[in-house]
């Protein structure tokens, strides 16, 4: 579940500097780069609705773009701090005004032609691997979601975070030892 960063090659072009530079071509593959990610790390923040954050996230980011500098981590980091400001702001919206309709009820409204089994398998084991993440305290979560899912640095994360490098690292670490008791359990 790593997600290795992509890093342009000399001969390739910078697909920051292009979508910066206004190429539409260059912001979908910075996009591809970046959203599946940003989406995992946003999942276990909100749930079922971090593809609504996740839209609104990059609405900002489209809007704000222009001002943004730094390279390709820096990017990164910053789109997840756009998530993560966003995805509090929904948690707090949730919490002013519960949902009075139960979800059921737009389920059968929602019949499509895309292959359910198939996807659902697809994305069995991410999605456990995150269910477990998000069993772990909140910034311990964050921690292993930033570093391993999202791919930060140490640094990026603790600007997201608003915590020192160490901070994050630590938890992050304590993370993943719990994480793996978690699974030795299993096993055993």
Known sequence: MVIASRRA??????????????????????????H????????????????????????????????FTGDLAGFRAWCATVGRH???????????RPDT?????????????????????????TERALALIATL??????AVLLRVVVGLDAIS??????KRAGAVRTAAYRGLRRLAETLEQHHD
């Open 9 to 34: 090659s000399p001969t390739e072009p910078d697909p920051l500097a292009a979508a910066l530079a206004g190429d539409d071509e260059a912001f979908r593959a910075l996009y591809r780069l970046v």
């Open 36 to 67: 599946p990610g940003l989406l995992r790390y946003l999942r276990v923040l909100v749930g079922a609705d971090a593809e609504d954050v996740a839209s609104e996230t990059w609405l900002q980011v489209c809007r704000d773009l222009p001002s």
């Open 86 to 96: 966003r995805a509090l702001d929904h948690l707090r919206r949730v919490r002013r």
């Open 101 to 125: 309709v139960p979800a059921e009820a737009h389920l059968a409204a929602l019949a499509g032609t895309a292959d359910t089994a198939g996807a659902a398998t697809d994305a069995l084991a």
């Open 137 to 142: 305290p909140r910034d311990q979560a964050e």
């Open 157 to 162: 994360a603790g600007r997201v975070l608003g």
